[in-house]
């Protein structure tokens, strides 16, 4: 899973996508304070629907998710890869 362009509008599937990134919030945006972007991960949105696609299980997701997160934003492990991808599978069903 890499980074994309994030969709330009959200179906109701992506907006519940971003609400489980969002909660997440593998880089820490919720310490900034009130008023942080909702489409700080809007560009995980497409890859993650990809991979969704092809039924991963939570530990090939949650691996997804944490490489993403080192690789692309050039950031430690994240807490909360397992949870997260728990959710979006979630989603799914």
């Known amino acids: 899973m890499q980074i994309s362009s994030p969709p330009r509008s959200l179906s109701p599937v992506a ?3 971003r609400a489980v990134l969002n909660e997440w919030d593998p880089i820490g945006v919720h310490f900034i304070g009130q008023g942080w972007p909702d489409d700080e991960y809007d560009d995980l949105i497409l890859p993650v629907l990809h ?3 092809i039924r991963p299980s939570v530990d090939e997701l ?3 998710l944490k490489a993403v997160v080192e690789v692309d934003y050039g950031l430690p492990t994240p807490d909360g890869c397992h949870d997260a991808a728990r959710a979006l599978l979630a989603l799914d069903s």
């Open 15 to 17: 907006l519940r996508v």
């Open 51 to 53: 991979a969704l696609d």
């Open 62 to 64: 949650a691996a997804e």
